[in-house]
């Protein structure tokens, strides 16, 4: 399976949209991009996943580039309860024996 | 509905002792994940079982670890002769109904601290 890059840590203002981007140059056409989260002392929470075409639902939206080697999460009106670890991995039809990367830790500020 | 419930929520324990962690997942799920976090990093998988498959015990770290799944629902995760290393947060998850795509859901985790 394909591995991810992200980004440490990144800040975001309360209110604005925060941009979590994800690169993933390795994915192969049969892998689907997931996006969890996880607040401290929780377990992962399911955001969002896609296969080529850009996914939106409640939560968040997700981006997918054309050649699918990266992705960006879009949370559009981030809240101070937005702050967690987000973490982008890349699947084969929910086969999860991945090893996760260590995520970006996101900070919403008041 | 109920989701993933993991006890305990929390386990110190002395090394060398065994330790059990037991994973109650979402009813009707097939597949049942369980990962190990230590801090600050991201989830190491352990092992996956699905329906009545043999499970994929390739994750697991040594033969002190082992897993089983009674009756496809319950699972209980054994630690033997615990060392300090296995101190990590135990996670188990569960996904089901029928897309080959469906997200994982998970537990809080079982945190275990060997001293």
């Given amino acids: 399976d394909a591995k991810t890059t992200q980004p440490p840590s990144m800040d975001c203002a309360e209110g604005r949209a925060a941009n979590l981007p994800c690169n993933h140059s390795t994915i192969s056409g049969n892998e689907y991009v997931y996006w969890y989260r996880q607040i401290h002392s929780q377990g992962p929470q399911y955001i969002i996943h896609g296969l080529k075409n850009n996914e939106t639902n409640e939560m968040a939206s997700l981006i997918i580039t054309e050649d699918r080697k990266s992705s960006t999460l879009i949370l559009p009106h981030a809240t101070l309860r937005d702050t967690a670890v987000y973490y982008c991995i890349v699947s084969q039809r929910s086969n999860y024996q991945l090893i996760w990367g260590a995520g970006t830790k996101l900070i919403i500020k008041p | ?115």
């Fill in chain 2, 1 to 115: 509905g109920a989701g993933v419930s993991q006890s305990p929520s929390n386990k110190v324990t002395e090394k060398g002792k065994d330790v059990e962690l037991r994973c109650d997942p979402i009813s009707g799920h097939t597949a049942l994940y369980w990962y190990r976090q230590s801090l600050g990093q991201g989830l190491e998988f352990l092992i996956y079982f699905q329906g009545n498959s043999a499970p994929d015990k390739s994750g697991l770290p040594s033969d002190r670890f082992s897993a089983e799944r009674t009756g496809g629902s319950v699972s209980t995760l054994t630690i033997q002769r615990t060392q300090q290393e296995d101190s990590a947060v135990y996670l188990c998850a569960s996904y089901g109904g029928g897309r080959g795509n469906s997200p994982l859901h998970f537990g809080n985790g079982t945190r275990l601290t060997v001293t």
